[in-house]
């Protein structure tokens, strides 16, 4: 796809989708949050700003929550034996997606279960989330179950990229 079409997509197009007031564009009263890029194709980062003003970073390099995650770091080995989640009991916390919004709901259903694990039920819009933690490799595996996602088949993926220290 084009650059520009991908960055508005990053930017103005969830922040009108989740009724953000003054956000994703650089415009007269809108927050100035937004970063300079050395070029269009690769994505390289110049300098970062936050509310306008220039986040003081020494090397990017040293900060590899700031650049585009090229693989995950994971340790051990990634198979569906880590994805097994044990049913504990007959209902199952389940994260509620509410459309158009940004926050969920909390929920407690009814488990489905196999060979006593709990698993997704797409029936129900119930799929099963996972939380890779891939700064420091540590290998931790956080899982659970969502619903609203209306996920059929297949799998979704997306990363979150928090402040450096």
């Known amino acids: 796809m084009p650059?520009?079409?991908?960055?508005a997509m990053a930017s103005i197009n969830p922040a009108r989708y989740f009724r953000l007031p003054r956000r994703g564009a650089l415009a007269p009263g809108f927050r100035a949050d937004f970063l300079l890029l050395d070029d269009l194709e690769t994505f390289s980062?110049?300098?970062?700003?936050?509310a306008g003003n220039p986040?003081?970073?020494?090397?990017?390099?040293?900060?590899?929550?700031?650049v585009p995650p090229r693989a995950m770091r994971v340790e051990g080995a990634v198979t569906a034996e880590r994805f097994a989640l044990p049913a504990m009991s007959d209902r199952?916390?389940?994260?509620?997606?509410?459309?158009?919004?940004?926050?969920?709901?909390?929920?407690?259903?009814?488990?489905r279960i196999e060979h006593g694990l709990?698993?997704?039920?797409?029936?129900?819009?119930?799929?099963?989330?996972?939380?890779?933690?891939?700064?420091?490799?540590?290998?931790?595996?956080?899982?659970?179950?969502?619903?609203?996602?209306?996920l059929r088949a297949g799998a979704m993926a997306g990363t979150v990229a928090p402040r450096c220290p």
Do not use: M, W
């Open 92 to 111: 199952i916390r389940v994260i509620g997606i509410v459309p158009g919004q940004i926050q969920t709901q909390s929920l407690v259903v009814a488990a």
């Open 118 to 150: 709990a698993v997704a039920d797409p029936d129900r819009d119930l799929a099963k989330l996972a939380v890779v933690e891939r700064h420091k490799a540590t290998g931790n595996l956080g899982l659970g179950f969502v619903r609203g996602l209306s």
């Open 55 to 66: 986040l003081k970073i020494i090397s990017f390099s040293d900060h590899s929550c700031l």
């Open 3 to 7: 650059p520009l079409t991908a960055v």
């Open 45 to 50: 980062i110049d300098r970062i700003f936050l």
